[in-house]
């Protein structure tokens, strides 16, 4: 697409700067001149939105929840989002760092003490020691797995179970637990996001006597 300067069109018509035209997001500005010619005007960026803005949106949304500074400390140590060990820990023990299972599970995250001794863990009922082996088991797993319903699989069926049938097994608290908690991450991390902000208005306003000549705005 050829691009003309602005002084090369001032004896064609005159552009005006002036915020008339709303701007579609990834649109550009273009003159299409009576010969059908078509040069593009160049529209201001829209303003970005800084990592540490995000980051801390995300605290903020988070904040109100039990244990938020532990569990963004843990999550950011092995490498997880927050959201994911929240909707973890929300599903295993509704956030009770005292709960025992019958099978034997210990604390927040409901470690089994096997799994707690693999990450050097040997009190699972100590909450910052138990979201942090949490944190890197559950690394651990989507670096094994990649996807989140294998992991969340493995994570409440074990691995091995995972390798055995393929995929989700066909357990019915598994079949519940996936979705369950699949879905409260989802809505965390929606929760934390910010809105992207939109594309200025075109600072371009076309004053011009020939009715050939167009402002037009494309995605082409």
């Known amino acids: 697409m050829q691009t003309l300067a602005l002084r090369a069109l001032l004896p064609l018509l005159s552009l005006l700067a002036a915020g008339t035209a709303a701007g579609a997001e990834d649109a550009d500005y273009r003159l299409r001149l009576s010969d059908h010619a078509s040069y593009r005007l160049y529209q201001p960026e829209a303003p970005k939105i800084s990592d540490s803005e995000r980051r801390q949106a995300r ?79 559950l690394r651990d797993l989507m670096d094994h797995f990649g996807d989140i319903q294998l992991v969340l699989s493995a994570y409440n069926a074990g691995a091995g179970a995972v390798k055995k049938y393929g995929g989700v097994p066909p357990y019915a608290e598994t079949r519940a637990y996936v979705p369950k908690v699949a879905h409260r991450y989802e809505a965390l991390k929606k929760s934390a996001e910010v809105p992207e902000p939109p594309a200025p208005p075109s600072p371009y306003r076309l004053r011009a006597d020939d009715a050939a000549l167009r402002l037009v705005q494309t995605r082409d």
């Open 59 to 137: 605290r903020e949304a988070l904040a109100g929840l039990p244990f938020s500074a532990q569990i963004e400390a843990a999550a950011e140590a092995g490498g997880i989002e927050p959201e994911l060990l929240h909707a973890v820990v929300h599903a295993e023990s509704a956030y009770n760092p005292h709960a025992v299972s019958p099978k034997g599970a210990l604390g927040l995250a409901q470690l089994m003490p096997s799994t707690a001794r693999q990450y050097g863990v040997h009190d699972a009922l100590k909450p910052a020691d138990n979201l942090r082996a949490s944190a890197r088991h």
